[in-house]
C-alpha cells in the first residue's frame, strides 16, 4: 500500500502566524489613533461653523446632540466675521445618521470637563430650510458661554487686594453706626415709592438724559476758557452768601415759602408743557434757519443798520406814495394809456436797432466825449470878447484834386505836383471806412477814432484808378481789428489804456446799422 503524505496546517507556519499578528496589531492601533476623527468607511457630512472665538476648541473635541455623540471638530482656521472682528471656523465631520441640519440650527460651546476639555452642542432647529453639505452656520447662531475658568481669571491679585480694601472700608464705614442703619432701612420703602416715578422720567425716551449728559459736557468745555473767571464769580458769591447769613430770619422765610412756589410752578408746568414741545419742535425746524443765519448775520446787521432809519422816514413818503399809486391807476385806466403804450413799444422797436448799432460807438470807442472834447477846444481862441473859433487857412502845393481845390474827383493822391511853393505833395488823411466800432464778436474796432488812408486804390473812385503812393495805417502784429482809441495792443492783441477792448459783458450790440443784435 502507498503510503499517505502529511499535510502542514496554516498554525504549523511560525513566519506566517507572526505576519498575520502583526498586521491585525497594525490595524487595531490605527483605528485607535483615527477613532476620534471617525472610523474609515463610515459615511460622513461636513458642516461649518463660526464663532467668536476659539473657546479652547481643538481637533478632535467631540460633536453632541441630545447628549450623543454626532461627530467631531476635524479643523478650526481663523476667519474675520462680518463685524470686521476676527473669529474663528470650525469645520465639523458629521455622522450621516446626524440627519439633515436645520437652518435655525444653533450651537454652544460647552465644558466637557472641569479640566477644560470642551465639545460642540448642536441644537437642531425646527426650520424646514436644511444646509447643504458643506455650507456654514453664521457666528450670529452660535454661542460661547463665559466659562468658569474665566471668571477666576478675573480675581487676580490687584482685584483681590481692592476687593479686600473695599471690604475693609465698608465696615469701617457701618462701625458703631447700627440705628443709622436701621432708620435708613426704614425710610428706603418710602424713598423708593418716590424714587420709582423719578426713575421712569428720566428713563423715559422723551427726557433725553443722554442728550442731556452730552449738553453738560458741552457746557463744561464751553465754560473751561472762563474758569478763572468762575472761580471769582463763586468768590463774590461767598460774600453774597454771607451777607444773606447775617439775617436768618429772612432767609428763613423765604426758604419757607419755597415749598409753595414749587407746587405752583410744578401746576404751570404742566399747563406749559404743550407749549414747551411745540417750541422744541420749532426749534428743532428752526435749527436748520440758524446754522445759515450764522453767517448771514453780518450782512443783516448792516441791513438792519441802514434800513431802520430809512423806514422810519419812509413813514412821510406814504401819503405822497398814495397819490402817485392813485394817479397811476387813473392813467392805467386812461382809454388812451393803452394807444400811448403801443406807441412807446413801436418806438422802442425802432429805436432799439439804432441804440444796440451807436451804444458801442460811446461805451467802447468813447466817441462822444472825444467829438465834444475837441469841440470845446475848437472855441477856445482867445479875443477881446473871450473866445473865438479857432480856424486856419488852408495854404497847400498845387496839384491834382488838392486840398485848396474846388471840385476834386479824387482824393489828394501827390499827383502832378507844380513846382511851386516848394512842390511839397499833399495825402488825404482820412478813412473813408469809419462806420464800424466793434467787430461781430464784440472787439474793439474804432475805425472813425483813428488816423489813416487808403494804401492801394480809392474803393470808392468812380475811374477805378489804383494809387501806388496812397498810405493806410494798418493793425499791427496780425490783429484783425483797428482796436481801442488811447490804447496800446499787447502780444495777445488786447488793448490797454482809456477805452475798453470790447463790449462790455451783457451790452447787446450789433457792428452793422440795423443788424440783429448779438449777446456777448
Known amino acids: 500500500m502507498r503510503k499517505r503524505r502529511a499535510t502542514g496546517s496554516i498554525v504549523a507556519n511560525p513566519v506566517l502566524v507572526g505576519a498575520v499578528t502583526t498586521l491585525v496589531v497594525l490595524v487595531a492601533v490605527f483605528l485607535a489613533y483615527n477613532a476620534n476623527n471617525g472610523l474609515p468607511f463610515v459615511p460622513t457630512r461636513s458642516l461649518k461653523v463660526q464663532i467668536a472665538n476659539g473657546a479652547n476648541l481643538v481637533p478632535g473635541n467631540e460633536v453632541r446632540s441630545g447628549g450623543f455623540r454626532i461627530g467631531v471638530v476635524d479643523d478650526m482656521t481663523p476667519v474675520q466675521l462680518p463685524g470686521g472682528k476676527v473669529g474663528a471656523e470650525l469645520s465639523l465631520k458629521l455622522d450621516e445618521k446626524a440627519g439633515d441640519i436645520p437652518a435655525d440650527t444653533r450651537v454652544v460651546i460647552r465644558p466637557r470637563s472641569a479640566l477644560g476639555l470642551k465639545y460642540v452642542e448642536l441644537e437642531k432647529g425646527t426650520s424646514k430650510k436644511t444646509i447643504a453639505d458643506g455650507g456654514t452656520l453664521p457666528a450670529s447662531q452660535a454661542t460661547v458661554p463665559v466659562e468658569l475658568d474665566e471668571v477666576f481669571n478675573m480675581f487676580n491679585k490687584p482685584t483681590r487686594d481692592a476687593a479686600q480694601g473695599n471690604l475693609q472700608g465698608f465696615g469701617d464705614a457701618f462701625a458703631g453706626r447700627g440705628q443709622d442703619l436701621g432708620r435708613a432701612v426704614e425710610g428706603l420703602p418710602r424713598f423708593f415709592g418716590v424714587l420709582r416715578p423719578v426713575a421712569s422720567n428720566l428713563a423715559a425716551p422723551e427726557t433725553d438724559l443722554d442728550g442731556f449728559f452730552r449738553e453738560l459736557a458741552d457746557t463744561a468745555r464751553v465754560v473751561r476758557p472762563v474758569s478763572k473767571v468762575n472761580a471769582r464769580l463763586f468768590t463774590d458769591m461767598a460774600t453774597t452768601f454771607e451777607a444773606f447769613s447775617r439775617d436768618e430770619r429772612k432767609l428763613q422765610d423765604t426758604i419757607g415759602k419755597q415749598p409753595e412756589t414749587l407746587a405752583t410752578g410744578t401746576r404751570s408746568l404742566r399747563v406749559q408743557r404743550p407749549f414747551l414741545e411745540r417750541t422744541a419742535a420749532f426749534s428743532r425746524d428752526f435749527n436748520r434757519a440758524t446754522v445759515a443765519l450764522r453767517g448771514a448775520l453780518p450782512n443783516l446787521n448792516s441791513a438792519l443798520r441802514v ?214
Open 307 to 520: 434800513g431802520t432809519p430809512v423806514t422810519r422816514r419812509s413813514v412821510e413818503l406814504y401819503g405822497p406814495l398814495k397819490d402817485t399809486m392813485g394817479a397811476l391807476k387813473d392813467l392805467a385806466e386812461a382809454p388812451t394809456t393803452a394807444g400811448a403804450l403801443r406807441g412807446l413799444a413801436a418806438t422802442v422797436t425802432t429805436l432799439q436797432p439804432q441804440l444796440r448799432y451807436l451804444g458801442p460807438f460811446v461805451t467802447v470807442c468813447n466817441t462822444w466825449n472825444m467829438f465834444w472834447t475837441f469841440t470845446a477846444e475848437h472855441f477856445t481862441a482867445p479875443d477881446s470878447t473871450g473866445g473865438s473859433e479857432r480856424a486856419l487857412l488852408n495854404n497847400s502845393a498845387s496839384q491834382d484834386d488838392s486840398v485848396t481845390s474846388m471840385g476834386a474827383n479824387e482824393f489828394a493822391n501827390g499827383q502832378n505836383v507844380r513846382p511851386n511853393n516848394g512842390g511839397v505833395p499833399q495825402y488825404l488823411h482820412g478813412n473813408t471806412w469809419g462806420n464800424m466800432a466793434v467787430d461781430a464778436d464784440g472787439n474793439a474796432n474804432c475805425q472813425a477814432g483813428q488816423p489813416g488812408y487808403l494804401a492801394r486804390g480809392n474803393r470808392f473812385s468812380p475811374y477805378g484808378k489804383r494809387y501806388e503812393r496812397a498810405v493806410v495805417d494798418t493793425p499791427k502784429d496780425g490783429i484783425p481789428t483797428m482796436g481801442p482809441n488811447f490804447s496800446k495792443f499787447n502780444k495777445d492783441g488786447k488793448g490797454s489804456g482809456s477805452t475798453l477792448t470790447r463790449v462790455p459783458e451783457g451790452q447787446t450790440f450789433t457792428p452793422e446799422p440795423g443788424g440783429k443784435g448779438i449777446n456777448p
